[in-house]
């Protein structure tokens, strides 16, 4: 695994911090479960209003063609679930040839707020903008440069 980190580390609220922790832990066990030899590229940058999230690795035949009896689960629901409690967007999708990515923004400018004021306690989260590829490369197609 590769991990990097860009930006002045910003102390994080409690809910940004727990926030990003368990997506990270998502990301990095889908690409250890999903992906093909179980590699991957954690990025983590802090900007002045958000800390953005990356994750990608190589994809494994299952992940491509799901019919392959690739087991089903609801990690990326969790992922948008998560970030939506304080306005992040999440991006995912398979990139050609065979690279999945994961991006995930979540705003700071609450860090240094009253951590309960951070993730409403009235109804069900607002669910994060996610933005998904429409189609699945052809593995079969084979990959051109």
């Not at 990270?24 to 002045?48: D, M, P």
């Not at 304080?86 to 009253?114: K, M, N």
């Amino acid at each position: 695994m590769t991990v990097s980190a860009r930006g002045a580390g910003t102390r994080l609220s409690a809910p940004v911090d727990t926030i990003a922790y368990r997506i990270v832990q998502e990301a990095l066990t889908n690409a250890h479960k999903h992906g093909a030899g179980h590699t991957a590229e954690l990025r983590i940058s802090y900007g002045s209003g958000s800390v953005d999230i990356e994750v990608e690795n190589p994809v494994a035949f299952h992940v491509l063609h799901p019919a392959a009896d690739a087991p089903a689960g609801h990690g990326l629901v969790g992922v948008a679930e998560r970030a939506g409690t304080i306005g992040g967007t999440v991006e995912f999708g398979v990139r050609p040839p065979d690279t999945f990515r994961l991006a995930v923004s979540l705003p700071i400018s609450s860090a240094g707020a009253d951590p309960s004021a951070d993730i409403p306690n009235t109804g069900p989260p607002a669910p994060a903008r996610i933005s998904a590829p429409t189609s699945v490369p052809d593995p079969a197609a084979g990959a051109t440069s």
